[in-house]
Structure formats: structure tokens, C-alpha cells
């Protein structure tokens, strides 16, 4: 059974940075799976924020983080992080990563279909 754990959140002033952690388990890490994260505010669909093919870190990045947010695996921990810099209040959310197939990896593994375990998320939350 595949299992993400996520850690890292917390709460953060506007212009701060947050390193967030995805723990997988239950299956072989390596390159037939890709991780994504993703967020969701109150009352807000749930966002693409970046995903990573593990087999050779390929990242992809949503728009509204590309430039300020980095993810990255460590493939001997079986860990992968997003890195977020220059935090704005807009990017308070719980976080989630998940993982997936990595076949057909593109930028479409971007949506949350590409999906199909999940972690069940870390609060973010960024202050003015």
C-alpha cells in the first residue's frame, strides 16, 4: 500500500520560505513514479502546484509558483520537498503531494487525475 506522509507547514510571514517533505512508502522508489503537490484553500478548487518525475527529477511547475517554488527528491530517503520562497499570503493552503504513474509524464502530470494516492496534507499559512 502506498503511503505520503507530508511535513513541513506552518505558519510564515509574507516574503518567508517553507521547505515542506513528502515521506512515500509502500512502493519501489524509483523510475516508474512521478510525485506531485498540490494545495487548497477554503472555499478554493484544488490547485497544481509542482510535480517531479523521480527517474530523473523532471520538474513541472504551476503557474502561479513557477520561479518561487522548487521541488526536488532525495531518491535514497525516499523523500521529495517543495522548497517555497517569497511566500504570499495567497499561497495559505493545506498542501498535499501524491503520487502516480510516471508513464506518459508530461506537463499534464500537472492535473490532479494523473493522481492516485494521496497524503492527507500540511497546513500552510502565510501572514501580512
Known amino acids: 500500500e502506498v503511503q505520503l506522509v507530508e511535513s513541513g507547514g506552518g505558519l510564515v510571514q509574507a516574503g518567508g520560505s517553507l521547505r515542506l517533505s513528502c515521506a512515500a512508502s509502500?512502493?519501489?522508489?524509483?523510475?516508474?513514479?512521478?510525485i506531485g503537490w498540490f494545495r487548497q484553500a477554503p472555499g478554493k478548487e484544488r490547485e497544481a502546484v509542482s510535480c517531479?518525475?523521480?527517474?530523473?527529477?523532471?520538474?513541472y511547475y504551476g503557474a502561479s509558483v513557477a520561479g518561487r517554488f522548487t521541488t526536488s527528491s532525495d531518491y535514497a530517503k525516499k523523500m521529495v520537498y517543495l522548497q517555497m520562497n517569497s511566500l504570499k499570503p495567497e499561497d495559505s493552503a493545506v498542501y498535499y503531494c501524491?503520487?502516480?504513474?510516471?508513464?506518459?509524464?508530461?506537463?499534464?502530470?500537472?492535473?490532479?487525475?494523473?493522481?492516485?494516492?494521496w497524503g492527507q496534507g500540511t497546513q500552510v499559512t502565510v501572514s501580512s
Open positions: 517531479i518525475r523521480l527517474s530523473d527529477s523532471f520538474p
Open positions: 509502500g512502493f519501489v522508489f524509483d523510475d516508474d513514479y512521478a
Open positions: 501524491a503520487a502516480g504513474d510516471a508513464y506518459g509524464y508530461g506537463s499534464w502530470s500537472l492535473h490532479h487525475k494523473y493522481y492516485d494516492s
